[in-house]
């Protein structure tokens, strides 16, 4: 059986998509497709959540949010986890929750909400003079996600993500391209899977 997502069809440049499944790309291969999937991401929304205006969602943009996460109205009592897309999640993920704890806790302090605001602002209005589009806000493509990551540690005064992890997401995301079908089965990056079991040693002893 073979399968087809969306990232596929649009990397290999499909050309044109049959009733018999014939899957034709632009440089005359074909394939024979029993399921196509469209893995075209998510729309945000949340029906049950009632703000007063404060949070909205405006062409899949979230906000307003400082830094992805809190409302500056509602903060720290409100909070979002994993809004960003095109990023590694769970180191993400773990960030942004051990920030809202420390700010929950009172263990660290969040910006006024005056500062909040200004910041989200500027944030939107860079947006707006590169011609980004509102919906992909939340877009960290092109290995934002590395820096937001490690601004986020710094708030909350614990390690940034390792080098070996943004090497290793690095190969993995050139392999991808490179080799759609078999990139998770060959890899050339053994020095980093060395430097990561060393990493991990330290917790283990």
């Given at each position: 059986?073979?399968?087809?997502?969306?990232?596929?069809?649009?990397?290999?440049?499909?050309?044109?998509?049959?009733?018999?499944?014939?899957?034709?790309?632009?440089?005359?291969?074909?394939?024979?497709?029993?399921?196509?999937v469209?893995?075209?991401?998510?729309?945000?929304?949340?029906?049950?959540?009632?703000?007063?205006?404060?949070?909205?969602?405006?062409?899949?943009?979230?906000?307003?949010?400082?830094?992805?996460?809190?409302?500056?109205?509602?903060?720290p009592?409100?909070s979002?986890?994993?809004?960003?897309?095109?990023?590694?999640?769970?180191p993400?993920?773990?960030?942004?929750?051990?920030?809202?704890?420390?700010?929950?806790?009172?263990?660290?302090?969040?910006?006024?909400k005056?500062?909040?605001?200004?910041?989200?602002?500027?944030?939107?209005?860079?947006?707006?003079?590169?011609?980004?589009?509102?919906?992909?806000?939340?877009n960290?493509?092109?290995?934002?996600?590395?820096?937001?990551?490690?601004?986020i540690?710094?708030?909350?005064?614990?390690p940034?993500?390792?080098?070996?992890?943004?090497?290793?997401?690095?190969?993995?995301?050139?392999n991808?391209?490179?080799?759609?079908?078999?990139?998770?089965?060959?890899?050339d990056?053994?020095?980093?899977?060395?430097?990561?079991?060393?990493?991990?040693?330290?917790?283990?002893?």
């Amino acid at each position: 059986m073979v399968y087809l997502t969306h990232w596929y069809l649009l990397h290999m440049q499909i050309d044109s998509v049959h009733q018999d499944g014939r899957v034709v790309f632009k440089d005359g291969d074909t394939v024979g497709a029993e399921i196509i999937v469209h893995c075209t991401g998510y729309k945000y929304d949340f029906p049950f959540l009632e703000t007063n205006g404060e949070v909205s969602v405006d062409d899949n943009r979230v906000g307003p949010l400082y830094k992805h996460i809190f409302p500056p109205a509602l903060a720290p009592w409100l909070s979002f986890v994993g809004l960003p897309w095109k990023v590694v999640p769970f180191p993400m993920f773990e960030l942004q929750t051990k920030w809202i704890a420390g700010a929950l806790s009172n263990r660290l302090a969040l910006p006024s909400k005056e500062e909040m605001t200004q910041d989200t602002k500027a944030f939107y209005s860079s947006l707006e003079a590169s011609g980004t589009p509102k919906r992909y806000t939340h877009n960290m493509a092109n290995y934002q996600v590395w820096d937001y990551d490690n601004w986020i540690a710094d708030q909350c005064g614990i390690p940034g993500i390792e080098e070996w992890r943004v090497e290793m997401y690095k190969f993995a995301s050139k392999n991808k391209r490179l080799r759609p079908e078999s990139y998770r089965d060959e890899w050339d990056d053994d020095e980093l899977v060395l430097e990561a079991q060393r990493d991990f040693s330290k917790y283990l002893n």
